[in-house]
Structures are given as structure tokens and as C-alpha cells.
């Protein structure tokens, strides 16, 4: 039992380039999220998908799209890479149960845009 | 000014030390509250979860206090492990989003 997996663990992009960022998890969670994280800023919601299917934007979409591949997966794109998204890249998932939602954390992919 | 307060710090303690953070949240609508532990360098995980009337969990403790808006967690006779950024975290459980506010963290740092 894996939990969640992100790959890749690090990326270097130059201004423009596209990429996708890859998580999966195997603990049959009906939401997911992408958070990204900064100094002094918290983690910040960029996209979630409460089930299969359905996705919606969180505080920061800007310059992201997402696709809910399977119950299992959830990729963050970036279509034309910025030096203002270099980033620490959070996936979680969750399955809230009584208002309880603890949500489980990737290890999280390091982008450096230059 | 941020939904999720916390003072970054460091919090410079001794081995055996007791200390506390607090934090404090805007949306008085706010369901849900937590204490996250992030490593450095590693992924956030749950340290425990804040109920209205407190809780206990070992050497944690974390009190809630609706009223004034704010959370709070008391490490008691700090271990060297303790050290990393704990992060206060809330959910509006709003609109099925489910999503969760954090606030930016304070390190604590155990000296021997």
C-alpha cells in the first residue's frame, strides 16, 4: 500500500515549456487535490476533484489545468511554465467521513522555473 | 490579511521544555481544525485533529476556542524528534469542496 505517489520528485523547465505532473493513489479516496507551497505562504489549493469525473478550481488555477484520469489518478499541467510556479507540488486525497477529512500528502515534486 | 495566522517563528527550545502555538482563523463559518506536522523537505501529515471541548494525544494537547477565533497546541516534555513546522490547518466543509486552509506554519527547533 503505496498511499499517494507523485512523480516526477524534481523538474527543471525552462520559461515556456509544458509539463505534467503525475499522482496516483491506491486507497480508494473520492477526492483529490493539488496544493502548492512556498516560503512564508502555506500550502495553496490549485485544483480538486471531489469524485471521478468532476473538477474545480481552487485558490490559485492560474497558469494550471488538471485532468481526473481515473479514480485513481490526477495530473496538474503546466501549459507554458513560469518562474513565478517554481514550487514544491503537493498532491493529497482524502474520503471524508463524518466531516472528518484528513487528507494524505504525496512526497511532492520540487519545479524550479528558470 | 491571511484566513490561517500563525507566528512563523523559530521556537528555540530545550529537550523536556513545554511550549505552545497558536493560531488563529478568519471564518467564523470554519467546521473543522487540525494540526499538521511537516518534515522538512516531506510531505505534511495529520498530527491530530482539534475537537470543541480539546484533546489530548500523549505530550499533545490542543485546545479550540470558537469564540475568539483561535486554535492552539501544547507540546509537553519536548523530545529532539518534535522538531519540524506544524502547520494549523482549518476546513469550511463548504460546497463539497473539502479542501483545506492552511496557515504557513511555526518551527519549532529542540535543542539538546
Known amino acids: 500500500n503505496a498511499g499517494v505517489t507523485q512523480t516526477p520528485k524534481f523538474q527543471v523547465l525552462k520559461t515556456g515549456q509544458s509539463m505534467t505532473l503525475q499522482c496516483a493513489q491506491d486507497m480508494n479516496h473520492n477526492s483529490m487535490y493539488w496544493y502548492r507551497q512556498d516560503p512564508g505562504m502555506g500550502l495553496r489549493l490549485i485544483y480538486y476533484s471531489a469524485s471521478e469525473g468532476t473538477t474545480d478550481k481552487g485558490e490559485v488555477p492560474n497558469g494550471y489545468n488538471v485532468s481526473r484520469l481515473n479514480k485513481r489518478e490526477f495530473s496538474l499541467r503546466l501549459e507554458s511554465a513560469a518562474p513565478s510556479q517554481t514550487s514544491v507540488y503537493f498532491c493529497?486525497?482524502?474520503?471524508?467521513?463524518?466531516?472528518?477529512?484528513?487528507?494524505?500528502f504525496g512526497p511532492g515534486t520540487r519545479l524550479t522555473v528558470t | 490579511r491571511k484566513e490561517v495566522e500563525q507566528d512563523p517563528g523559530p521556537f528555540n527550545v530545550p529537550e523536556g521544555a513545554t511550549v505552545a502555538f497558536n493560531c488563529t482563523y478568519s471564518?467564523?463559518?470554519?467546521?473543522?481544525f487540525f494540526w499538521y506536522r511537516q518534515d522538512c523537505r516531506k510531505e505534511p501529515k495529520l498530527l491530530m485533529s482539534?475537537?470543541?471541548s480539546g484533546n489530548e494525544d500523549g505530550r499533545f494537547t490542543a485546545q479550540l476556542n470558537r469564540a475568539s477565533q483561535y486554535i492552539s497546541l501544547l507540546i509537553r516534555d519536548s523530545k529532539l524528534s518534535d522538531s519540524a513546522t506544524y502547520l494549523c490547518?482549518?476546513?469550511?466543509?463548504?460546497?463539497?469542496?473539502?479542501?483545506?486552509?492552511f496557515g504557513s506554519g511555526t518551527r519549532l527547533q529542540v535543542q539538546p
Open positions: 471564518n467564523s463559518a470554519s467546521q473543522s
Open positions: 482539534v475537537y470543541s
Open positions: 493529497a486525497s482524502s474520503e471524508p467521513r463524518q466531516g472528518y477529512y484528513e487528507q494524505y
Open positions: 490547518v482549518v476546513n469550511y466543509g463548504d460546497t463539497g469542496r473539502r479542501a483545506l486552509t
